[in-house]
């Protein structure tokens, strides 16, 4: 029997090929301008990319820094090797689960993760991963979907959230600010330019 994380890693493998044009009405309405605003806020020589997906946010890689992006399904990986071959981006991909990092402790200088923990299984123990990672005043830059505050529209979240989890892998009543909240970083801001549901979050270790 496949463990939780095997069946998202799973859905994530069956929708790689078409994941983009999948989500290609939101990310043009909502996501890319959300996107280009997180990786504005990337700063330092070491960058890692948590979730990379089909490759995203190439086109907001600094150009300054050495890139790093992990992404637990193979099949993704596939589709962003062929984007990076295409665009010519110089990164390094890597099979891995954030929940289990093979990087030494305070390697990066920002890390950075869109639309990523809704779909992992402990989300607070990916994120402790990520706090480790980081090096001692480093920044955990977040762009994710969450619970609404609004108490109506978050009890519809709560009843439709199976049915998009077997579907999709993904989770829309994560509430990961709080996640954050409770691991060990030193500052936590939320971005003025959040939404109800979109949230912008940056974390200083």
Known sequence: MYNEGEKIRR????????????????EG???????????????????????????????????SAYMTAIDFSPKMLVQA????????????????DVQSICYAD???????ASFVFCSVPQPRKGLKELHRVLKPGGQLLLLEHVLSSHKT????????NPLIVALFGANINRQTVKNVQACPFQKIFIDPASTDMIKLIRAVK
Request: no cysteine; net charge positive.
């Open 11 to 26: 859905r994530y493998d069956r929708l790689a090929p078409w994941f983009d044009g999948l989500e290609g009405f939101m």
């Open 29 to 63: 309405l909502f996501f890319r301008r959300f996107r280009k605003k997180l990786w504005a806020e990337a700063t330092g020589p070491h960058i890692l990319e948590v979730g990379v997906g089909t490759g995203k946010n190439f086109d907001f890689y600094p150009r």
């Open 81 to 96: 090797q062929r984007k990076r071959d295409r665009k010519q981006i110089f990164v390094d991909l890597a099979q891995m």
């Open 106 to 112: 305070n390697s990066f200088d920002t890390v950075i």
């Open 153 to 160: 529209i978050a009890g519809i979240m709560n009843m439709m």
